[in-house]
């Protein structure tokens, strides 16, 4: 699959990288926007002495601590183990999707309930990577998805915690954690534990110029480009669809017709369903009724800005937020639609 532009990122994250490893990097925006691919894209740019590990939480439900091991490591018996840790200390092997672990010691993981031995296997397998002069990579992909597992506190924690002593207390690890999640980002954003710890990378979708330039190597005219900017802004993977659209002969303008149309029954669906069932939202452990009028009012006020500022998270926000209309961004201070296809339905829903 082609792969484009993205120039500005990649020399950024790989600045980062180059650095000793001192904060977690949290990388976030709104959904498909590119975070997953761009990361991937930076693995394949990675120097060889780096060794990444890209750990993708996506897909897995995981509610214990349990499966999180599940994902986190990969286990093997004794010869597969010894020739693997031989291939990744020889620098052979340099991209691993988990943590290679001997098939008992993970067992024994399993029955304690402790996760602090699993770590010190993590770091010690890390710590001797450094020595051997290699450079892991950690990159957690829908690291959200551990967020409510409890052990005695949540892990996500004792994930935290773990990921500070390999970044600024052992610098032995570059730790990245992805997600979409705009209320995770939120918390994480005023977590006092991650104060002067961690710093957050935005990866929103294409500007105006880089879809221009990916649409006429297509072979677009300036009018399509319009039309599609126009609907599509530069989210990617529309941007890949539109792509696909003029390959197969389709008219663009009216295939992005009919997909806003959809996104706005949808999105009139998730208003309306309020008249009928009452909608709740948690908000810092208590859950609190979403209000029809004050979501009017505030989705209305898209109807004649792109951007709002951010002030609070009301249960209006949050019910929009995880109905993924909307993205916050706790960062930059502001809220905006998931999409300009979002922006568009949700100024129709209002005509
Ligand atoms: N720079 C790029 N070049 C080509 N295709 C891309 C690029 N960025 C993203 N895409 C495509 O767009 C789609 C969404 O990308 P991706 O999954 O990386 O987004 P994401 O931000 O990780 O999404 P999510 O919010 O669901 O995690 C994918 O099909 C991907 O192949
Ligand atoms: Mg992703």
Known sequence: MEFYN??????????????????????????????SSLMLEMINRLPKEYVAFYIDLRGYAVTKREEFFKVLFETYDDEAFKKKI???LSGTENFHKAIPILKHLWKEFFKIEEVSDAFKHVENFLQELNNRDL????????LQVIKDIKIDNFLIYRIFNFFVRLTKLLHICH?????????????????????????YY???????ET????????????????????????????????????????????????????REIQ?????EVLDYVEKKVNIEGKEVSVDK???????????????????????????????????????????KPQSKLDLLAIRNCFK
């Open 6 to 35: 993205r120039e500005k990122e990649l020399r950024d994250l790989l600045n980062m990288i180059k650095q000793e490893p001192n904060l977690i990097t949290f990388i976030y925006g709104p959904i498909n926007s590119g975070k």
């Open 86 to 88: 031989y291939n990744i």
């Open 293 to 335: 009028n004050r979501l009017l009012n505030l989705l209305s006020r898209f109807c004649h800005e792109m951007i709002i500022p951010y002030e609070k998270i009301s249960p209006e926000l949050l019910y929009l937020i995880e109905n993924n209309i909307l993205f916050l961004d706790p960062v930059n201070g502001i809220v």
């Open 175 to 199: 730790v990245f954690a992805i997600t979409s999640d705009s209320t995770f980002i939120e918390r994480i954003y005023n977590e006092a534990m991650l104060q002067g710890r961690s710093r």
């Open 202 to 208: 935005l990866v929103d979708d294409f500007d105006k």
């Open 135 to 142: 450079k892991p990579v950690i990159i957690f992909d829908e």
């Open 267 to 271: 999105i009139r669906n998730r208003i």
């Open 211 to 262: 879809v221009k330039e990916i649409l006429r190597n297509k072979g677009f005219s300036n009018e399509e480009i319009d039309t599609v900017w126009y609907y599509f802004g530069g989210k990617p993977i529309y941007i890949i669809e539109a792509i696909q659209m003029k390959n197969m002969g389709k008219n663009i303008k009216e295939e992005a017709e009919k997909m806003l149309k959809l």
